[in-house]
């Protein structure tokens, strides 16, 4: 069956330090993958994009990385900040017909 | 905000009770769809609609209904339900238009809870 695994539930940093999720998937070859943020009470919102045929992706102090051998992303917040404190998702759209699957999702807590 | 407004925010109905969330866009998206998102557990994909078209019905069970009436509006009806489907609902909207890059704008829910 597919499956979508988010490496854990809650992850706890010290402001200032390098918070990195995982994101595994098996039985398919996504296209892309894509990363929300989704914070208590809000839906989720969008934040990165990484293709198949791109080992990394930067958006400011967000980078991402996929790789399709391991079947898995990277995703990492640096120089991390209380402000960045919020539920992250990875998503994949399985099929390639606009109908993503998300993972359960990681909870990142950041310590002032 | 995102341009995706749902409502209401927050419902709470009992199990004989019909009830309906809304959702519209000011995106200009072709596609609009409902997910469910229950505690601990990953979104769940319900209904998918590309140009008022239904796409998608997730083995949704009956007791949901959606509605959309146009590009900007959807709608899911609600009819005897039961405590396990209280969930936070969500509407999003995309365009559909290259596979590639989709991108899903999503409101902030409607948080249902079912007595």
């Known amino acids: 069956s597919q499956k979508i695994e988010q490496n854990s539930e809650a992850l706890n940093i010290q402001e200032g330090k390098t918070a990195t999720l995982t994101c595994n998937y098996t039985?398919?070859?996504?296209?892309?993958l894509q990363w929300y943020r989704q914070d208590p009470g809000r839906g989720p919102v969008f934040l990165l994009l990484?293709?198949?045929?791109?080992k990394e992706k930067r958006k400011e102090r967000l980078k991402v990385t996929f790789d399709t051998t391991l079947k898995q992303s990277l995703f990492h917040i640096t120089a991390s900040q209380p402000a960045d404190s919020a539920t992250y998702l990875c998503?994949?759209?399985?099929?390639?017909?606009?109908?993503?699957?998300f993972g359960a999702g990681t909870t990142v807590t950041v310590r002032a | 905000e995102t341009g995706v407004t749902q409502t209401p925010r927050h419902l709470v109905m009992g199990m004989t009770n019909k009830k309906s969330l809304k959702c519209e866009q000011h995106?200009?998206?072709?596609?609009m769809y409902w997910y469910k998102q229950s505690a601990k557990k990953p979104l769940e994909l319900m209904f998918v609609y590309n140009f008022k078209e239904q796409t998608e019905n997730n083995s949704v069970p009956s007791r949901f209904s959606p509605e959309c009436p146009n590009s900007s509006h959807l709608f899911l009806h609600l009819h005897t339900l039961q405590p396990e489907d209280s969930a936070l609902y969500l509407c999003?909207?995309?365009?559909?238009?290259?596979?590639?890059?989709?991108?899903?704008?999503f409101g902030s829910g409607t948080q249902l809870s079912v007595l």
């Open positions: 999003a909207s995309s365009l559909q238009t290259d596979p590639t890059n989709e991108k899903l704008f």
């Open positions: 990484i293709r198949e045929n791109e």
């Open positions: 995106l200009g998206h072709n596609a």
């Open positions: 039985n398919y070859s996504p296209a892309y």
């Open positions: 998503a994949l759209d399985i099929k390639g017909d606009y109908k993503l699957s």
